[in-house]
């Protein structure tokens, strides 16, 4: 077994890496801090959120408002763009200074960055993707439940002698509270020492693409492989219904939605009240992610596809007729309107 | 860059994920029933370090941890245009986690020697954690590019410019060689091997085999030894649309809009989301 950086009995608190770009803090962060509230009470541990970046007086100044014992907040000009290199060289100062217990971070392209090299730099375990995070009544130590093999299966991941207990986690599977403090948390400012060599990579250019974010959509019509050819009738049921069009992969790889409309294991998990589902088979791939819906309904002209299994209402036949007249239903009723 | 350009894959072999169960006396995968596959974002990452070699030169080699059975299809992946193939197999490498796993293939790496880019698929069907290729880099201590979808050479050839994707968009960077890239998955269309390349291959199999032995690593950071984490419980995913009504509507294409279209709105209402007006 490689040596830990520290060990348990050394190691407190939890520690949430709060994500933010444009001033805004990212949603799955907000997401993270309700989760570890509610394990810090249980374990009476003190919740530190890590702030990271340049120049970051006004995002610290509403971060310190979020439920949180403390705010430590990383601010270096060679933080000013995320490279993982420069984070995780800053972020590994100071956890071997502070060595916190537990350390989450969002499982977002940045966040998965940063943890995957930090962990490694850590010497220490790190539980990818979570779907949920407990303590373990026993000898509390952190639980991350992941799945795998396209979400049909759930496994339970301790870290037992490792230190901090790192975890990554899905957006959309927490929610967020809006518990805030009204007096400000105390903000700790901690420098670090990054060298020029720290970030070999720059950041050349972004481009910012306007992306939906469907994980928390009322209503959705998810669009799948046997949409071949139906979309504009699948948008107008969706224009109907004033809903979020969803895809599977395979719809997304055809081009039919764009990457921020995929739903499920490697796309997002939605919490819709309705999920009208149009055309996709059912792998658990993509039903992983509509589970948590209300009322699922599901159209496919094989009677034997999967997602029948999961849906409420069933409809075997034909798309074209049963969307068309479901769509004329709606537009000439107008009973779909929120 | 010294020279002409070293490519290495690195491929993990995975069950297709729609054939592996939980078997539920004893919470173990069971994978018997399973047929194997290269993962599919790993293939795009082969393709780019392809096509890399088609416009530079060079030569790619490929890299994959795994039960002797893999060796075909490595050879599969020789045949679409690699020039040499590592294999890590051992049951010493067997239950590794992400940190066990990226020190062994930052270990052999390092045996392997004069890489200028490691690709790797931006994600495992298995696993799907994508915490493999940062790993990599941080043993190796290089820079790393996730989710790439194309890479380019600057003049020098001694940085890359590589566009990947992020929350919101994309963004560009620019990586000094030799450094880590994962790909993202559909990024590119995989070629198909060449069956005359794959007969050569047969008289001359570049398929080096390596065990624990033949790594500069302690072994006991190997494997599930040297894995920090470890699954406590196991399970299939059984309760997901075991509440589902599964009630089905029949009739013609109109009654069965009609239906639905009664039921929709009748939830609707009672979710509290009226019809109109409301």
Redesign the interface.
């Known amino acids: 077994m490689i040596d830990p950086a520290y060990t348990p009995a050394e190691a407190t608190g939890i520690w949430v890496f709060l994500e933010h770009d444009r001033g805004q803090l990212a949603p799955v962060s907000l997401e993270m801090l309700a989760k570890a509230r509610e394990l810090a009470s249980k374990s009476g541990a003190i919740l530190t959120g890590l702030l990271m970046g340049h120049e970051l007086d006004a995002i610290a100044g509403e971060a310190a408002h979020l439920d949180l014992d403390r705010l430590v907040v990383v601010a270096h000009p060679l933080l000013d763009a995320f490279t993982a290199e420069a984070y995780a060289h800053a972020a590994r100062e100071v956890i071997l200074r502070e060595r916190p217990d537990i350390l989450l971070l969002g499982a977002t392209p940045y966040g998965r960055d940063l943890a995957g090299r930090l962990a490694v730099t850590l010497r220490t375990g790190l539980t990818a993707d979570c779907t949920d995070l407990s303590l373990d009544a026993a000898n509390g130590l952190l639980l991350g439940e992941v799945s795998g093999f396209g979400g049909g299966i759930l496994a339970t991941i301790a870290c037992a002698n490792h230190r901090p207990q790192m975890a990554t986690v899905r957006p959309g599977v927490f929610a967020r509270t809006e518990a805030e403090r009204a007096a400000a948390a105390p903000i700790e400012r901690v420098e670090v020492d990054i060298p020029a060599s720290a970030r070999p990579v720059t950041v050349v250019a972004r481009h910012r693409q306007e992306r939906a974010d469907i994980s928390r959509a009322d209503r959705l019509v998810v669009a799948g492989a046997g949409a071949r050819g139906q979309l504009p009738l699948i948008e107008a049921l969706a224009g109907a219904l004033h809903a979020e069009i969803g895809a599977t992969r395979v719809a997304v790889d055809e081009g039919w939605a764009g990457r921020d409309r995929q739903i499920g294991q490697t796309g997002v998990i939605t919490h819709p009240k309705l999920a009208i589902v149009c055309g996709a088979s059912g792998a658990t791939q993509f039903t992983v992610g509509i589970d948590q819906a209300d009322l699922v309904v599901a159209l496919n002209s094989d009677p034997e596809a999967p997602i029948f299994e999961q849906a409420d209402l069933c409809v075997v036949d034909d798309l074209l007729p049963v969307v068309r007249a479901l769509v004329a239903e709606f537009e000439s009723r107008g009973e779909g309107a929120p | 860059m010294n020279g002409e350009l070293h490519s290495l894959v690195c491929l993990k072999v995975v ?1 297709k ?2 054939e ?3 078997d539920r006396e004893s919470k173990t ?1 069971d994978r018997g029933h399973a047929r194997s596959e290269i993962n599919p974002p790993d293939m795009n990452a082969l393709e780019m370090a392809l096509a890399l070699k088609d416009r530079h030169g060079g030569r790619v080699s490929l890299l994959s941890m795994g039960p002797p059975f893999v060796a075909p299809m490595l050879r599969a992946a020789l045949a679409m245009g690699a020039d040499h193939a590592y294999l890590l197999s051992d049951r010493a490498f067997g239950g590794a ?3 066990a796993t ?2 062994t293939l930052a270990a052999a790496i390092r045996k392997i020697g004069d890489v200028d880019l490691v690709l790797c698929g931006e ?1 495992s ?11 990599i ?3 190796l201590d290089l ?5 790439a979808h194309s890479v380019a050479f600057d003049d020098t050839r001694d940085h890359i ?1 590589v566009v ?13 060689l030799p450094a880590v890239l994962s790909v993202k ?2 990024t590119n269309e995989p070629r198909f091997m060449d069956t005359a390349r794959l007969v050569c291959l047969r008289a001359n199999d570049p398929v080096t085999t390596w065990t624990a032995a033949d790594l500069d690593v302690d072994p ?2 190997l494997g599930g ?13 059984a309760g ?2 075991s509440g ?6 029949k009739g013609t ?2 009654e ?3 239906l ?2 009664e ?3 009748e ?2 209402r009672s ?1 509290g ?1 009226p ?4």
């Open positions: 069950p994920s729609e592996v169960s939980v995968l986690d992400t940190l990226s020190l994600e069907s298995d696993g799907a954690t994508a915490q493999v290729p940062p790993g880099a941080a043993w820079p790393q590019a996730t989710y410019l990947r994707e992020v929350h919101d968009g994309e963004e560009t960077l620019d990586v000094p998955v559909s006991g950071h030894a040297g894995s920090p984490t470890s699954v406590t419980g196991l399970g299939e995913v997901a649309g589902r009504r599964r009630e089905v509507l294409p109109e069965e809009a009609h639905l279209y039921r929709i709105t939830f609707l979710a989301m019809a109109r007006g409301g």
